[in-house]
């Protein structure tokens, strides 16, 4: 692996940390109160060229390669005080885009692309269900093969940005007793008849992300919608999985390093017993810690895409970046609050709002206990 980056990178990444500090960082606290999602910043991501990233020019997008995305992802999460916008295109990014990407017919790939690309269309990712979360392939929601086409029922839950999708891909089974092998995916556009989204659901963090339900009942999906070949849904969902869960934190990785920096600084000019508090090994020694962790989670973030390059397998890497990453995000938040005393546990200073931020990032892609399953799995275990 080469470990140094070129000076294009680097003014890519300075950027996005500049394009976030200007144009994404007002009322956050106002924003995150309501729940707000920024549409209009959605909008200026797209035009910026976040969502086009990974697209290829033909499609409306940039093409640019991952390790380079990740970079820029990082100065977006860098620049921006608010976890939720980022973790919203992450999402996007990471699941949705890669499915309609690699699964999709010519036709497909033409029409949604470039709209999501351009930040017209918001697009969701659903599998999830009430009683299928980590056992997703138990799902219960049906499709149903009639004249020309399928017909949808069930619910998908704790989906993000259902609330304001313009489309989305979701998982149903033809077939409840083939079990995994019944699953198919579809793509589902709003205004579709039978197809709704719930209220945004009140949440601990990333609350400027809506979250929420998709539903369906008999809800009607010509056959040109299907996404992959039928009954290839558990393939189409394991390979949006594991860019999801090697890339997801790429802006929480940019968050990170602002959140040590801010952490050293505060530690620098902090007295205490007539001393900086840095001073005290107990401080210092937590700062080193959290500067030990983004260091090694950034080279695991980094090897899944450089694994993508070289076209190698990265399932186990992928599962072991999302652990970490996860784990580290909510270790280093709260020893951000314990080097800020009470002025880090206060809503007003901007402090505690990582920690709360951070949480979904144990569950969403695969919960931490699932990660260290498919390690395991891989280990022969
Ligand atoms: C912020 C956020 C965003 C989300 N966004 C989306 C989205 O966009 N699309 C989507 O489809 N879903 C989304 N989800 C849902 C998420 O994928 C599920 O919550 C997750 O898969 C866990 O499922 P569950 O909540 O049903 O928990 P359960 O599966 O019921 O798990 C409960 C507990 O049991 C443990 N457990 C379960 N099975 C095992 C096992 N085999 N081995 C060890 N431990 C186990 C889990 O680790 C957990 O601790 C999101 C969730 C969050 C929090």
Redesign the pocket.
């Known amino acids: 692996m080469n470990f140094s980056w070129t000076p294009e990178q680097l003014k890519l990444k300075q950027e996005a940390i500049e394009f976030a500090q200007k144009e994404l960082n007002e009322n956050i606290s106002e924003r995150e109160r309501n729940n707000d999602f920024p549409r209009a910043d959605w909008k200026k991501c797209a035009d910026f060229g976040i969502q086009g990233l990974t697209v290829p020019e033909a499609y409306g997008g940039r093409g640019v390669d991952p390790l380079t995305t990740l970079l820029i992802m990082e100065g977006l999460g860098y620049g921006c005080k608010d976890n939720g916008l980022p973790f919203s295109l992450n ?1 996007q990014m990471w ?1 949705f885009q890669p499915a309609i990407l690699k699964f999709g017919s010519e036709a497909q790939k033409k029409k949604y692309l470039p709209p999501i690309c351009r930040g017209d269309l918001v697009g ?5 269900e009430v009683e ?5 392939y138990a799902m219960q929601m049906t499709a149903t093969e009639v004249e020309g086409g399928y017909v949808l029922n069930g619910r ?1 839950s ?4 259902a609330p304001v999708c313009d489309l989305c891909v979701i998982f149903a089974s033809t077939d409840l007793e083939l079990g995994r092998w019944g699953i198919t995916a579809f793509i589902v556009e709003k205004g579709t008849k039978g197809f709704s989204t719930s209220p945004v659901r009140d ?1 601990m963090g ?1 609350r400027t992300t809506p ?1 929420g339900d998709l539903i369906f009942e008999d809800c009607y999906i010509p056959a040109e919608n299907i996404l992959g070949p039928e009954g290839g849904g558990v393939s189409l969902f394991t390979t949006a999985m594991e860019s999801e869960r090697g890339y997801i934190f790429a802006s929480q990785v940019g968050r990170l390093e602002r959140q040590l920096e801010e952490a050293i600084e505060y530690a620098k000019s902090r007295q205490s017993f007539g001393q900086s508090i840095g001073k005290f090994q107990s401080v210092s020694n937590r700062i080193a810690d959290m500067k030990l962790k983004l260091e090694l989670g950034k080279l695991a973030m980094y090897k899944v895409a450089w694994l993508e390059e070289n076209e190698m397998p990265l399932l186990m890497e992928a599962a072991m970046a999302k652990l970490y990453l996860s784990e580290i995000f909510v270790e280093s938040s709260l020893d951000s609050i314990r080097i800020h005393g009470a002025k880090g546990y206060v809503t007003e200073f901007e402090i505690e709002r990582d920690l709360r931020d951070g949480i ?1 990032g144990l ?8 990660q260290r ?1 498919i390690i395991s799995r891989l280990l022969g275990l």
């Open positions: 999402s699941s969701a990712f659903g599998i999830t299928s979360g980590s056992d997703s998908k704790y989906i993000t940005l949440k990333m979250m979904g569950i969403y892609s695969g919960t931490s206990d699932i399953n």
